[in-house]
């Protein structure tokens, strides 16, 4: 059976930042900050953690934001009992610099079929500038039993 695709509920955004606790996501400081109907919204800081030498945003650090709400979004509109959505490819474009502040990804759904599903993740700087447009394609994978 495909797996269905509407928000699982049952998370909260508290659920959702514990999760990342001890991963990249905790080490660039990563926050989940709202879920909405075809939604899930982060933020990151810019600053030392995140710079690239010359003292922008890291194109890498952009990839690991979209990367990281992207998949989360893709689990979370599955049944997480019947299967797990896995990262399959990845690609994105930098609009914009950024020296400082946060940034803010949105990722919501481009596609959703049996065996895929792809994501459009959007980041914005702190005055909704676009930074960064990424397409995430995720593998769904029914978990053995």
């Known amino acids: 059976m495909p797996p269905t695709f509407t928000l699982q509920p049952q998370y909260s955004l508290a659920d959702l930042n514990g999760r990342s606790r001890n991963t990249m996501a905790e080490h660039l400081g990563i926050e989940f900050i709202e879920v909405g109907e075809d939604f899930l919204k982060a933020k990151m800081p810019v600053d030392h953690r995140t710079h690239q030498p010359l003292g922008m945003l890291n194109g890498g650090a952009s990839f690991a934001l979209a990367e990281t709400v992207g998949s989360m979004a893709a689990n979370l509109w599955i049944d997480r009992t ?10 994105g474009n930098h609009l914009k610099g950024v020296r400082e502040g946060f940034v803010y990804a949105t990722a919501r759904p481009f596609h959703q079929g ?20 990424c397409r995430l394609t995720m593998a769904i994978v029914e978990l053995k039993k």
């Open 114 to 133: 049996k065996a895929t599903s792809v994501w459009e993740i959007k980041i914005e700087d702190d005055v909704a500038n676009l930074v960064c447009v």
């Open 82 to 91: 019947q299967f797990v959505a896995l990262g399959l490819d990845m690609n």
